[in-house]
């Protein structure tokens, strides 16, 4: 029998991030990463598992060659640093899951052996010796929480140098003791500014020539960041508007700039982007692009929360639409505003209710 590939991709910091952290946005955080290590899979390496913070992948009775274990090791860690970017530039909640993820880091595990399995309630895993080793090979004596450990077993079967140098790659010589066994294995410490990460350019910013033509405020007895989270949660949309027969978006993602979602109002779809601009000073800003309005060709709508107190917000909305039709001009000139205000103004008045409904819950 062949032996086996045993690779695990680990999110350093986890745990401190998700007990020092809101809960549903550093949830939403690490499904991301871990949805985009799966998409990273080059080999076509079997998920067995997923365990928390980490991923288990195995190779049955291959092991991929040191060129391809070498660039699925790279291309994990460059999708990896290539999100976090992402979510960094993109990001608009000021909440601490939202601004610490930049900070998390990867390690991978890369073991090899000959795997026994296990079959529990219909589903084949990994089992034995070699899955026990390749999970303790996790806590080790590397000075780092961003490298790659590849066990001597595995260096050996693919022919890699203890001296292996690249400008990714610079590999040392490690021991642990497990149980009284000595593990010996190879690891290289990962420069995250030594990857080709995905190029993001910065969020463009929305600018506006004259004063909304339309603004709103409320007074609302909840902190600016509970607000924020009321309205870009979409999971929390219908609770607040009215007419609203469902909400299509991405639930395991924060919304941030780019994001999108569909709101359907008696059966109609209004297709939303989220997009930003300056804030008022003082203020946490969040916007959205109506792509498909009724009566203007483009419909901004921004909300900018403004902390009062620990417990007392103010919100104010700015509308701004662009018409290039002139018989559209006019007919916005004569309905349009009101249809606009009495819009926001019931949305406004659903969204205090929810929010007074919240606080007494």
Not at 98 to 117: D, F, M, R, V, Y
Not at 278 to 302: A, H, R
Request: aromatic share 10%.
């Amino acid at each position: 029998m062949s032996k086996s590939l045993l690779f695990i991709p680990d999110i350093s910091g986890y745990t401190k991030f998700i007990q020092t952290t809101e809960v549903e946005h550093s949830q939403h955080v690490i499904s991301e990463l871990l949805e985009v290590l799966v998409n990273a899979n080059t080999q076509e390496l079997k998920l067995a598992e997923i365990e928390g913070d980490a991923l288990f992948f195995y190779k049955e009775n291959d092991i991929p060659s040191q060129e391809n274990l070498l660039a699925q090791i790279e291309s994990m860690f460059t999708a990896f640093y290539s999100h976090l970017k992402m979510l960094e530039k993109n990001r608009i909640c000021p909440c601490n899951a939202c601004a610490t993820a930049p900070n998390l880091e990867l390690k991978i595990i890369a073991h090899s052996g000959h795997l026994q399995h296990i079959e529990v309630q219909g589903t084949r895993k990994p089992f034995g010796e070699q899955v026990i080793e390749a999970h303790r090979l996790l806590k080790n004596s590397v000075e780092s929480d961003n490298y790659v450990l590849i066990s001597r077993s595995l260096a050996l079967d693919i022919m890699l140098s203890p001296y292996y140098s690249s400008k990714i790659y610079r590999f040392r010589q490690g021991t642990d003791l497990y149980d009284d066994k000595e593990v010996e294995y190879i690891y290289s410490v990962i420069d995250p500014k030594e990857l080709k990460l995905t190029s993001f350019s910065n969020p463009k910013k929305v600018h506006f020539d004259k004063p909304a033509p339309l603004i709103v405020k409320q007074y609302y007895p909840v902190s600016a960041e509970a607000l924020l989270e009321y309205v870009t949660n979409y999971s929390l949309r219908h609770l607040w508007t009215e007419g609203v027969d469902r909400l299509d978006f991405n639930a395991h993602e924060v919304t941030r700039v780019g994001s999108e979602h569909t709101c359907v109002i008696n059966g109609k779809h209004f297709n939303f982007t989220t997009v930003t601009k300056e804030p008022k000073e003082g203020s946490i800003i969040y916007g959205e692009l109506l792509t498909n309005p009724p009566l203007v060709d483009e419909l901004y709508q921004f909300y900018h929360f403004t902390p009062i107190s620990e417990h007392d917000s103010e919100l104010e909305i700015e509308i701004f639409w662009k018409v290039k039709s002139p018989i559209k001009k006019l007919i916005v000139a004569l309905v349009g505003k009101k249809l606009f205000q009495k819009s926001v103004d019931k949305a406004l008045s659903g969204l205090l209710q929810f929010t007074k409904n919240r606080s007494e819950t």
